[in-house]
């Protein structure tokens, strides 16, 4: 459920995204191809960079949560960077007084800082659930390919449900605030879930070693008896 929500989140800030940069740089194919190539750009580099780190914690449904936690931050203030990224390309005087080469370059540079942050945490989100959900390696690609079929069906859904409904009833910015809270709910459910389980196995760590203390002593109750 939790990646579920991941994925429909991740697509509904696509959608809202492209939109308002759209508004930024124009509805052209090079504008939206910028767009575009930043928003995958920043989830390849993520999966690559921090799923390494997601293989060496210990708790990786914590670093779940808490990658969760940054993207609806970072999504709340790209609204921020959305304005000055409006105020800059126009001050700079848009794609018609810099050109078709150096207005791309800008668009990339702008598209950039407002999405390649929190793009970069959501490429991080699938490997660390899964490294969360498989202690095996037995497991590991069944899980792996279980939880990516859960994250993309969340994504199907989320670009529909904000293109047909959330954009209409609700427009950009709320459909974006909207996100953002969900997002920090399952960041804040991830972490909450990872405490129990770990009060759960240090309780159960702990009974296994009052169990073994308590048969260590019956065992040398039994030997004195005998001698």
Not at 198 to 204: G, I, L, N, T, V
Request: charged fraction near 15%; charge should be positive; hydrophobic fraction near 50%.
């Amino acid at each position: 459920a939790l990646l579920f929500l991941s994925g429909l989140c991740a697509l509904i800030y696509q959608v809202v995204w492209l939109r308002e940069l759209r508004l930024v740089f124009g509805a052209s194919t090079p504008a939206s191809a910028a767009v575009l190539a930043v928003f995958m750009g920043g989830l390849g580099a993520g999966s690559l960079v921090l799923s390494k780190r997601a293989d060496r914690v210990k708790r990786p449904l914590t670093y779940y949560g808490n990658l969760e936690l940054i993207i609806g931050a970072l999504a709340a203030i790209s609204t921020f960077l959305l304005e000055f990224s409006r105020a800059a390309y126009i001050t700079l005087g848009g794609s018609t007084s810099l050109g078709t080469v150096l207005g791309t370059v800008i668009r990339l540079l702008l598209a950039a800082l407002v999405l390649l942050p929190p793009t970069m945490a959501m490429g991080g989100t699938l490997p660390a659930a899964v490294r969360a959900a498989t202690s095996s390696e037995g497991t590991e690609r069944r899980g792996a390919a279980l939880l990516y079929g859960v994250n993309t069906r969340g994504a199907v859904t989320g670009a529909t449900l904000s293109t047909f409904l959330l954009l209409e009833l609700l427009g950009t910015r709320l459909t974006l605030w909207v996100a953002c809270l969900v997002n920090l709910i399952v960041g804040l459910v991830a972490r909450l879930v990872d405490s129990a389980h770990a009060k759960a196995d240090r309780y159960a760590e702990r009974r296994r070693e009052a169990r073994a203390g308590t048969d260590d002593e019956g065992g040398e109750k039994a030997v004195a008896g005998v001698d």
